[in-house]
């Protein structure tokens, strides 16, 4: 019953929620900037408040389709706040379900809960960096049942997702390593970051 009486209550906000242009703004400049530790926990922290502000996910009604996007995006880089990253999947649950987000943004952030919690992943979205250095995708729960999710879905087989994203990281690892020389030296979850954020 309480369940019920919180999903009653977001609806609620949802439906009452008006478009906050000077937000999505903010969440599209948030998106841009060229993350570097220090501007990720800043971002991070910022969604955290909004987050506390609205009481929902910033979703189409209140920041527009980009401004959703761009704080999904914020949520995706939040690797060293897992409990961040935990909040906003419960967020965008309640607005998928309402229609307001992307349901691809809740699948992949999923995914990447999970990687994050040592768990097989889901929908095939998550992929790592191997010894090699190489692009290898973070194992999943059962390679039939996920193409049967990224069909429902509307997302390419895994075998294409898999080889796009190699050829993403082939074609911008060189830029990445000569324009931030720490990269290596950082976290391996620092190093993994720009995996998965694109679709």
Same mark, same amino acid.
């Given at each position: ?18 478009? +906050?242009?000077? #937000? ?8 841009? =900037?060229?993350?570097?530790?220090? =501007? ?7 969604? &955290? ?7 929902? &996910?910033?979703?189409? *009604?209140?920041?527009? +389709? +980009?401004?959703?996007?761009?704080? &999904? @995006?914020? %949520? $995706? ?6 409990? #961040? $990253?935990?909040?906003? #999947?419960?967020? #965008? ?15 992949? @952030? ?15 979205? $998550? ?14 729960? +059962? ?24 050829? $993403? ?18 976290? =391996?979850? *620092?190093?993994?970051?720009?995996? %998965? =954020?694109?679709?």
């Amino acid at each position: 019953m309480a369940g019920i009486s919180a999903s009653h209550g977001s609806e609620r906000t949802l439906d009452s929620m008006a478009a +906050d242009e000077a #937000l999505r703004e903010e969440l599209l400049r948030m998106a841009a =900037t060229r993350p570097d530790p220090e =501007t990720l926990r800043a971002h991070g922290e910022r969604l &955290w408040e909004i987050l506390d502000d609205y009481e929902a &996910w910033p979703g189409r *009604r209140l920041v527009g +389709d +980009d401004g959703s996007r761009a704080a &999904w @995006l914020v %949520a $995706q880089y939040a690797i060293e706040d897992p409990g #961040l $990253q935990k909040r906003c #999947l419960e967020a #965008l649950d309640v607005a998928v379900a309402y229609g307001d987000a992307d349901p691809v943004h809740y699948a992949y @952030l999923l995914d990447r809960v999970r990687m994050a919690d040592g768990l097989d992943q889901l929908y095939g979205s $998550q992929f790592v960096t191997g010894p090699d250095g190489e692009l290898t995708p973070w194992p999943v729960d +059962d390679p039939a049942k996920v193409e049967e999710r990224r069909r429902r879905l509307g997302l390419p087989p895994f075998a294409d997702h898999a080889a796009a994203m190699s050829a $993403q990281w082939q074609a911008r690892r060189g830029d990445r390593e000569s324009d931030h020389p720490d990269m290596k030296a950082s976290s =391996t979850a *620092r190093q993994q970051y720009h995996a %998965a =954020t694109e679709r």
